[in-house]
């Protein structure tokens, strides 16, 4: 069964940082993209990063690009999102999901791409 357990969320200041871990199990970890989601509330959720293991590609959106960054630790089977320097806008919940394929589109990241999902995590950034 593919699960995806994200965690590390929380309330930080405007400035400040959080590293969420995204633990991935049943699945091989190579064969398969990670994506980061965020969904504040009443608005639609946004792809904001996409990593693949396989090549070590990684991908961001304009709103996170220079303040979000990508790792993962293979032998845990985890990818982390660390992001720094928040801004409130940053406030939503997190969601990491397993790509259909290993790959990441170059030019966005859909969810039309990503078949399960975590459950989320609640990042809360005050001013």
């Known amino acids: 069964e593919v699960q995806l357990v994200e965690s590390g969320g929380g309330l930080a200041q405007a400035g400040g940082s959080l590293r969420l871990p995204c633990a991935a199990s049943?699945?091989?970890?190579?064969?398969?993209?990670i994506g980061w989601f965020r969904q504040a509330p009443g608005k639609e959720r946004e792809g904001i990063s996409c990593f693949s293991n396989k090549d070590g590609y990684t991908y961001y959106e304009d709103s996170v690009k220079g303040r979000f960054t990508i790792s993962s630790d293979n032998a845990k089977s985890t990818v982390y999102l660390q992001m720094n320097n928040l801004k409130p806008e940053d406030t939503a919940v997190y969601f990491c999901a397993q790509g259909w394929q290993f790959y990441c589109s170059g030019s966005q990241v859909d969810s039309e791409d990503f078949g399960s999902w975590g459950q989320g995590t609640q990042v809360t950034v005050s001013s």
């Open positions: 049943g699945f091989t970890f190579d064969d398969y993209a």
